[in-house]
């Protein structure tokens, strides 16, 4: 089992629907949790990051960390064509010198 | 634009040779990782250093080094390499503060093909 598992996709959906991208893990000393969105042929950017359980919003985003069942997701309201790309979910055991691991990435299509 | 720099974008050469990937970081980052991404694999951390220093290893190949200079730049070296090398090297840059959280800024990989 890998540590994090998330779902390849893709996902497709019609704009302006809300979008639900998930990850499981089985590491539970993970404490930083992180969402990266990368288009083709560029290199991942951060997205936003949640420490421990809670929930996070920015924009049309928000993050969601259940630490108790090991599961974080990412809300995308109103999503846009602009929106289409891989999500990659990572995460750390701590921010300072911590190294990240990451999902697989999930390919999510926003058609017009 | 992130500030993380990459040469060179593209690379196709043969099994069993050598290359060496290069990575500037984002002005006053110390610290330098390195990434493979692959269809199979994902991403997967391969090796980080901090101020020059070697500060933790992934899932790096025997086969493969890195090394941090005084300037801070750092090369991935990738030698005897296999088909299965094929892959897009990412470099990721940060502050290291041991209080706050630090955001790894990636750049724009280095696409590598062996034939």
């Known amino acids: 089992q890998k540590e994090v598992e998330q779902d390849p996709g893709p996902l497709s959906v019609p704009e302006g629907a809300i979008v639900s991208l998930n990850c499981t893990y089985s590491?539970?000393?993970?404490?930083?949790f992180m969402w990266y969105r990368q288009y083709s042929r560029k290199g991942p950017e951060l997205l936003m990051y949640?420490?421990?359980?809670g929930n996070k919003e920015d924009g049309r985003f928000t993050a969601q960390v259940d630490k108790s069942s090991k599961y974080i997701s990412l809300f995308i309201r109103d999503s846009q064509p602009s929106d289409s790309a891989t999500y990659l979910c990572a995460m750390s055991f701590n921010s300072g010198y911590s190294t990240l691991t990451f999902g697989k990435g999930t390919m999510l299509l926003v058609s017009p | 634009d992130s500030g993380v720099t990459q040469t060179p974008k593209h690379l196709i050469t043969a099994t069993g040779q050598r290359v060496t990937l290069r990575c500037s970081p984002r002005s006053g980052d110390l610290s330098v990782y390195w990434y493979q991404q692959s269809l199979d694999q994902g991403l997967q951390f391969l090796i980080q250093?901090?101020?020059?220093?070697?500060?933790a290893k992934g899932n790096i190949l025997e086969r493969f080094s890195a090394q941090q200079f005084p300037d801070l730049h750092s090369e991935l070296n990738l030698s005897s390499l296999e088909l299965g090398d094929s892959a897009l090297y990412f470099c990721a840059s940060s502050v290291v503060a041991v209080i706050s959280y630090n955001e790894q800024f990636f750049g724009p990989g280095t696409r590598l093909t062996v034939l």
């Open positions: 250093y901090y101020n020059g220093e070697e500060r």
């Open positions: 590491n539970s000393a993970f404490q930083y």
């Open positions: 949640t420490y421990s359980s």
